[in-house]
Each structure stands twice: as C-alpha cells, then as structure tokens.
C-alpha cells in the first residue's frame, strides 16, 4: 500500500482508555471489510471500547480545536499488516464528524462528551461521559505512575499498538490509511468503572460489553500522532 508522505492531519492522542472485551467472531464479520480477516489472539477475536483526548490537533497543518472521542474498535489483519476497523465513533464537534465520514467514510456521529483528566498522588485519573439518547454513559480509569513500557508480547501492546486503519468506502470497497506514532507507555490500572449501555449506543449484540467484565484494561499515555489520507485496495 502506498502513503502520501505528508500527513493529513497531526494530533496529540493523550490519556488513552481502551476496554476489551473477547466478543463472537460472529459480531464483528458483518463489519469486516473485503480482503481482511479478524486478528485474533490466542484464537479469540476482541473489540474495544477506547476513550481519549485529541489534542494539538492540525488539518494540513491549519490549527482545529481539540476534543475527545469514544469509539469501538476492533482487531483485523491484512497479511503482515495489522490494524482495526471501527463500529461507531463519536465526537462532540459536526465538522469533525463531517470531515471524516467525507474523507474517510469512517461511521462518525456527534454527541456530547465530557473529558476530565487529572493528577494524583502517584495516579493519572480519567474520566470521561458521553450522552447518547439522554442517558450519561461513562468510562473511569485510574493509572499509576510512573509509566512503564509493556512488553511486545503482551496484551497491553496488542490492544494499543495498531499502524493502520481499515474501512469501506460507499460501494463496499476496501479502504485503508496508515496512523503512525511511537510505540506508547502504559500506566499500571488501579482501578476501573464503566456505567455504559453498549446495547443502546451500538445496538444489538453489543450488550455483552456491559454485561461481561473486560478481558483487559489499559491506560496508554499517548503521544504525537500522524495520520495519512486512505486509499482504495
């Protein structure tokens, strides 16, 4: 696959909450797109529930204002190349949600989010809340510090370590576009709470996240992050 080698757009992706849940492969291959297969690991197939913060965000380096988003992702693998493939993504701001459904048929909605993040003692305290058809749904997790940086083999590095984004433009055809940063740190989870009707806000099938406890919680720092225009496959 070829990439432009300017970045559409530049951000600083902070505080990173991803839950993940071991879900049917059944759920998730209505949603694969042509030529891909489910990334499993250890023969399970995994969707996750991310909440973070866009920030020092720039659009062919024209400044935007920063955000945060909720979205749920899962796992997929084009040979060599891993990546993910989202079922919903929501932000607070139309312009975003517009640019990228225009330019990257991604399935963007807009709602209100609420970001909070903040210190303690030897912690890092997220806290974020989305509301979709009037009910407050949100998503807690405390970190430790300092930051560490989790082993390649781990579960940790599987969730958080992704480079390309794949998706279907309008007549079904395979989309992909490439996103680059450093590998991230993680900071230990303490603690987690999650008060999210997954069923309401992904529809059927999805109960399941607020029904079963998480497989894994990480809590990844973030960093600078560069994404590149999609192309057809």
Request: net charge positive; glycine share 8%; no cysteine.
């Amino acid at each position: 696959m070829k990439t432009v080698r300017r970045p559409f757009l530049t951000a600083r992706w902070s505080n990173l909450a991803i839950l993940t849940w071991e879900v049917p492969p059944a759920l998730l291959e209505p949603h694969l797109p042509a030529g891909l297969e489910l990334d499993r690991r250890d023969g399970a197939a995994f969707a996750s529930l991310v909440a973070f913060d866009f920030l020092d965000t720039r659009v062919l380096g024209i400044p935007w204002p920063g955000f945060p988003e909720v979205n749920l992702r899962f796992y997929v693998r084009l040979r060599a190349q891993r990546g993910v493939v989202f079922i919903r993504e929501f932000v607070p701001q139309a312009i975003v949600a517009w640019l990228a459904r225009a330019l990257y048929h991604e399935p963007y909605l807009v709602a209100p989010i609420e970001s909070g993040v903040g210190a303690e003692p030897g912690a890092v305290v997220t806290a974020r809340r989305l509301r979709w058809r009037g009910r407050a749904q949100s998503i807690e997790v405390t970190g430790g510090t300092p930051a560490f940086r989790p082993a390649e083999d781990s579960l940790e590095h599987f969730f958080k370590e992704h480079e390309w984004g794949f998706g279907r433009d309008r007549r079904g055809r395979t989309l992909a576009y490439r996103v680059r940063h450093p590998v991230w740190d993680a900071y230990p989870v303490r603690s987690w709470s999650l008060d999210f009707d997954a069923e309401m806000v992904y529809g059927p099938g999805w109960g399941i996240l607020s029904a079963e406890k998480p497989a894994s919680v990480v809590l990844a720092a973030g960093s600078a992050v560069s994404v590149y225009s999609a192309e057809r496959l």
